[in-house]
């Protein structure tokens, strides 16, 4: 069965440190895997996104994922966080053209000064 | 490009009401999908559809819910008689269907059934 499991409900760190947020997935083909960030009430935004290649993408705002399948993993990390980083990250996989994205349960990021 | 737009933001029915809303997905993007989130939970997909045909329904959607595009452009999802249960974030995204895409996604409507 396909799905996406994102290990910690929940993560703090200090602004300035670094962050990992961990993902793992089932899936049965090749995937095409997502992480996406929701701040309260906005809509999600990808950071971003791998489908062949190079296994450590770059992604928006500074944020790098990479992909291990021998591990079913796609970590995102980030080297020094900011305040304004706080927010929810969803990890997703889909496959062929994207539809049917199932999406993680979600990791809130919370960040202390 | 304005984005993904969803309409309204928010939504207060009573149980047993209908409710529709609207989604407008990114000029030229053919694909469009319906989520539902609840809390502390990621999106769940609900449907999907390429231009105006509706490829593909989760079993979530029961026979209460049903999705149109009419015209491949916007896209809209009704809710008839309303649960408790069915109190969530309705997400539209859209995609550019030119194989592997990624989805873009609007602000979503907030439903409460009181």
């Known amino acids: 069965a396909q799905s996406v499991t994102q290990p910690d409900i929940h993560i703090t760190v200090s602004e300035g440190a670094s962050l990992e947020l961990r993902c793992n997935y089932s899936y049965g083909a090749t995937p095409y895997l997502f992480w996406y960030v929701q701040s309260p009430g906005q809509g999600l935004q990808l950071l971003l996104k791998?489908?062949?290649?190079?296994?450590l993408v770059q992604g928006i705002k500074g944020f790098e994922a990479e992909f291990k399948r021998s591990q079913s993993s796609f970590n995102l990390r980030k080297p020094s966080v900011h305040w304004s980083d706080a927010a929810e990250y969803f990890c997703a996989v889909g496959g062929t053209g994207g539809f049917k994205t199932i999406f993680g349960a979600g990791t809130r990021l919370f960040v202390k000064a | 490009d304005t984005g993904v737009s969803q309409d309204p933001r928010h939504k207060i029915t009573k149980r047993g009401q209908n409710v529709t809303f609207r989604c407008d997905p990114i000029s030229e993007h053919n694909r469009l999908y319906w989520y539902r989130q609840t809390l502390g939970q990621g999106p769940e997909f609900l449907t999907y559809?390429?231009?105006?045909?509706?490829?593909?329904k989760s079993r979530l959607l029961s026979d209460r819910f049903s999705a149109e595009r009419p015209k491949g452009s916007f896209s809209t999802l009704e809710i008839q008689r309303t649960e408790q249960g069915d109190s969530a974030m309705y997400l539209c995204a859209s995609s550019p269907g030119q194989g592997r895409d990624e989805q873009y996604f609007g602000p979503g409507t907030r439903l409460t059934v009181t």
């Open positions: 791998y489908f062949s290649g190079d296994t």
């Open positions: 559809f390429q231009n105006e045909a509706q490829l593909e």
